[in-house]
C-alpha cells in the first residue's frame, strides 16, 4: 500500500526557516520521482519542487527551497529558508508514477499518489 506523510509544518515567522518531510512507504523512493506541491487558500495546488536523480524548482521557491532525499529512509525533505508571508500554505507531497521528474513537474494530473498535507503559516 503505498502511502506519503508530511510532516514539520508550523508557524514561523517571516525570514525564519522550516524542514518539511514526506515520509513515504509501500514502494521503493529510487525508482520514482516525488514532487511537493502547495495550495494557499483561494488558489490552485502549485506544483514547487521535483526529486529523482536531479532536482527541479519553481520559480518561486528557487534559491530560497532545497529538496533532498534519503532512500534509506524512504524520506524526501523540503528545507525552506528566508519564508514570505506568501509562502503560507498547505504544503503536500506526491508520487509521480515515474522516475521522471520531466518538465512537466508542476502538473498535478502527473502524479497519482498524495499525502494529506501539513499547513506552513508564515506570519509575524
Known amino acids: 500500500q503505498v502511502q506519503l506523510v508530511e510532516s514539520g509544518g508550523g508557524l514561523v515567522q517571516p525570514g525564519g526557516s522550516l524542514r518539511l518531510s514526506c515520509t513515504t512507504s509501500g514502494f521503493a523512493l529510487y525508482d520514482y520521482a516525488i514532487g511537493w506541491f502547495r495550495q494557499a487558500p483561494g488558489k490552485e495546488r502549485e506544483g514547487i519542487s521535483c526529486i529523482n536523480s536531479i532536482t527541479y524548482y519553481s520559480d518561486s521557491v528557487k534559491g530560497r527551497f532545497t529538496i533532498s532525499k534519503d532512500n534509506a529512509k524512504n524520506t524526501v525533505y523540503l528545507q525552506m529558508n528566508a519564508l514570505k508571508p506568501e509562502d503560507t500554505a498547505v504544503y503536500y507531497c506526491?508520487?509521480?508514477?515515474?522516475?521522471?521528474?520531466?518538465?512537466?513537474?508542476?502538473?498535478?494530473?502527473?502524479?497519482?499518489?498524495w499525502g494529506p498535507g501539513t499547513q506552513v503559516t508564515v506570519s509575524s
Open positions: 506526491a508520487r509521480r508514477n515515474t522516475y521522471y521528474c520531466s518538465t512537466d513537474y508542476r502538473s498535478v494530473s502527473e502524479y497519482n499518489y
